[in-house]
């Protein structure tokens, strides 16, 4: 199985830039495409999909967010930062089944 | 516009089957590069997948739960239904189901439903 290793917690100052990082056990990238993908999951809520293919914004997401990274590692950006994105971000792999999940990171306020 | 909703029983007891149902509307499953899968999340913890059902009937497994778990489909009344065999209070959590878009990620998913195994 790969394996998605996130980091549990990150704080941040409102108005500041948020990074938040997966790195995966092996490649998950096929030539130029990069099968991770990243969800925004907030207390009582469904996950929600804000990146697919590591850099690809999804629908209705507002631009503060954007990926980036390829083979191994992947990054999701927030900048800047609003009050409104207090919530746990999980990265998902589907290069290969099964299709995991990262721990999750949750994000807080400085 | 895509919904779906994940139906199940609540409560059950350690040893029976558990039997979950996503009712969708929005998309065809038997269109190309579509599928509808099943996730969980015990309580305060992370998300765990648990199996994919694809366009052509393909089916993807958790290998860690596959010997539990049987996906399967209703095209023509929109539903897709898991059963988890023997389940046990690990299996306490919340059930989502979700649209599997090409590239197997999941971009709109059910409110999810709370299913609690205890006796």
């Known amino acids: 199985d790969i394996v998605l290793t996130q980091s549990p917690v990150l704080a941040v100052s409102l108005g500041q830039r948020a990074t938040i990082s997966c790195r995966a056990s092996?490649?998950?990238?096929?030539?130029?495409?990069?099968?991770m993908h990243w969800y925004q999951q907030k207390p009582g809520q469904q996950p929600k999909l804000l990146i697919y293919r590591a850099s690809n914004l999804a629908s209705g997401i507002p631009a503060r967010f954007s990926g980036s990274g390829s083979g191994t590692d992947f990054t999701l950006t927030i900048d800047p930062v609003q009050a409104d994105d207090i919530a746990a971000y999980y990265c998902?792999?589907?290069?290969?089944?099964?299709?995991?999940f990262g721990s999750g990171t949750k994000l807080e306020i400085k | 516009q895509v919904t779906l909703k994940e139906s199940g029983p609540g409560i059950l007891q350690p040893s029976q089957t558990l039997s979950l149902t996503c009712s969708f509307s929005g998309f065809l499953l038997s269109a190309s590069s579509v599928g509808v899968g099943w996730i969980r999340q015990p309580s305060g913890k992370g998300l765990e997948w648990l199996a994919t059902?694809?366009?052509?009937?393909?089916?993807h497994y958790n290998p860690s739960l596959k010997s539990r778990l049987t996906i399967s489909k209703d095209t023509s009344n929109n539903q897709v239904f898991l059963k988890i065999t023997s389940v046990d209070t690990a299996d306490t959590g919340t059930y989502y189901c979700?649209?599997?878009?090409?590239?197997?990620?999941?971009?709109?998913w059910g409110p999810g439903t709370m299913v609690t195994v205890s006796s």
């Open positions: 979700a649209h599997s878009a090409p590239y197997w990620y999941f971009d709109f």
């Open positions: 998902q792999q589907s290069r290969e089944s099964p299709f995991t």
């Open positions: 059902i694809g366009w052509e009937d393909v089916k």
């Open positions: 092996q490649s998950v990238s096929i030539s130029s495409i990069n099968l």
